[in-house]
């Protein structure tokens, strides 16, 4: 399977918002990425599920759904509703993460579970056959334009070596100051899908530069 790219609405112009989602709809980016912040889990907030569902309606590719939020069992069912085709929640925001990715996937959507900077890859050891993808923060989350931690590569390979031990389809994901300069770096490391939002929303050439990424190329 080639790479995937999944542009991040966090950096879109709101203004306007409908074109930069038609732009996306017609590059070569397979998903939206779509952070849900809540001002707990993570200091800053963005949006919620009217703002979704209204991204919903005109979007033509899947809604990648990343909560940063306290307590995301409490919302499952509404973030499908709203239109969350992957939904992806917090290591540390699930005291019974188990539960909650059966449920995620329940309600119809792909499960996936994120680790911060700090959690060492092994914590995932024994969820790895349950989700459908691992997102990887390589910057701490909360906010757009961050510098991307260079030792989250190592992390990478260590959280493929575990993938390939055990046997598990998911997916990894890497969320924070990709950019046409490392990219290629983290799909040889094992990346399966690269989100990017300032990379993306900030170049003088969105489209191009997701077909850059799409291609590996700078
Ligand atoms: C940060 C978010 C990211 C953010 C990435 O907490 O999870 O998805 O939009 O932004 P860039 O690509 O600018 O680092
Ligand atoms: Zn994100």
New binding site residues.
């Given amino acids: 399977m080639s790479h995937l790219i999944a542009p ?1 609405l ?2 879109a112009n709101f203004l306007n918002l409908a074109s930069d989602i038609e732009m996306v709809n017609n590059s070569f980016a397979d998903w939206f ?1 779509v ?1 849900v ?1 809540d001002g707990h889990f ?1 200091p800053n907030i963005s949006f919620g599920f009217s703002i979704i569902s209204q991204i919903k309606s005109i979007a033509r590719k899947p809604l990648d759904v ?1 909560l ?1 939020i306290a307590n995301p069992d409490n919302y499952v069912d509404a973030f499908k509703k709203a239109g969350a085709d992957n939904l992806t929640v917090h290591y540390e925001t699930c005291t019974h993460l188990h539960r909650t990715v059966q449920s995620i996937k329940e309600a119809g959507m792909k499960a996936g579970v994120v680790i911060n900077p700090h959690n060492p890859v092994e914590l995932l050891t024994d969820i790895v056959t349950d989700v459908d993808l691992v997102l990887m ?1 390589s ?1 701490n ?6 510098k991307f931690i260079q030792s989250s590569l190592n992390r990478i390979s260590r959280l493929k070596d575990l993938l390939i031990q055990k046997n598990s389809n998911a997916l990894i994901e890497i ?4 950019d046409t300069s490392n990219a290629k770096a983290l799909v040889e490391a094992g990346v399966d899908v690269l ?5 993306v929303f900030g170049a003088q050439n969105p489209t191009a530069t997701i077909t850059k990424l799409k291609e590996l190329s700078n």
């Fill in positions: 991040s966090l950096s990425h952070d912040m993570v990343h940063m923060m910057v989350p909360g906010f757009g334009g961050q969320d924070g100051g990709v989100v990017a939002g300032s990379a």
